[in-house]
């Protein structure tokens, strides 16, 4: 982890700030071993533009503010971008759509491909201490509730345990044609973001959903929440 890496949790705290933007929370999570997506913070549109040129078409553009909690129900996401001329029309709305927050630019990212989704997540609970979530992702996530928990620090043979705990984990296998999961780099996720929670008290709440797996088996976080809690900390 680079010293860049180890102060975002105490430079968006002497900010005022209540949470990370998203570029911010992967590329923390990014240093505790959670793999996330290939993406670029630009300050406009021509600067997304160029960005999506270099990351590859078709992408996906984001605001990118500390401020967001859900993005999509509040216009402030574009998917499947397939141009600049695109990139840059919906840079626009999102500004539009934006007006009166504080925003830090915008994320562009490759679209990420995948059959399957996950999320992660960690708290510090009430009269337990910091523990992390396992479950599968995506829309219907809040719906389903399927989830397993363990109080961090989490061993590999507890991550491997929580995959398995799942009432879905049959379809993290060899289904459909599609590759089985990366048990391996999955527990790993789970294990670094319970130090990461455990290594930050500062930090009340992680969510990352979706990870999706990808046709290969590979895992890729495409979306992070790092909500801070200043006082847990010693800032």
């Known amino acids: 982890m680079s010293v860049s890496e180890m102060l975002i949790v105490d430079r968006a705290i002497e ?7 998203e570029h911010e929370a992967k590329r923390l999570l990014a240093s505790y071993g959670v793999p996330v997506t290939r ?3 630009a300050p406009d549109a021509d600067g997304a533009a160029r960005a999506a040129s270099e990351l590859g078409f078709p992408v996906a553009v984001k605001a990118c503010s500390h401020e967001l909690r859900h993005k999509k129900e509040r216009g402030l996401v574009a998917l499947g971008l397939e141009s600049e001329a695109a990139v840059r ?12 927050l504080d925003l830090d630019g915008f994320l562009v990212q490759p679209m990420a491909r995948g059959e399957r989704e996950l999320l992660l997540g960690a708290s510090h609970a009430p009269g337990f201490g910091p523990c992390v979530t396992l479950g599968m ?6 719906v389903l509730r399927d989830v ?12 491997l345990d929580m995959i398995d705990c799942l009432r879905g984990a049959a379809v993290l296998g060899a289904v459909r044609g599609l ?10 996720a789970i294990r670094g973001l319970g130090t990461c929670v455990l290594e930050n008290p500062a930090i009340s709440e992680i969510d990352v959903n979706p990870i ?7 895992l890729c976080a495409v979306d992070a929440l790092v909500i801070l809690n200043p006082g847990g900390g010693k800032a």
Do not use: K, T
Not at 137 to 142: L, S, T, V
Not at 212 to 218: D, V
């Open 39 to 41: 993406e670029i913070l």
């Open 212 to 218: 999706i797996a990808q046709s290969g088996g590979g």
């Open 148 to 159: 397993s928990i363990r109080m961090a620090p989490v061993s590999e043979a507890d991550a």
């Open 89 to 100: 029309e919906a840079c626009a709305a999102i500004g539009r759509n934006a007006q009166g």
């Open 137 to 142: 992702g995506g829309i219907f996530a809040e």
């Open 179 to 188: 590759a089985p999961v990366d048990r391996q780099a999955l527990a790993r």
């Open 15 to 21: 900010r005022g700030r209540d949470a990370l933007n």
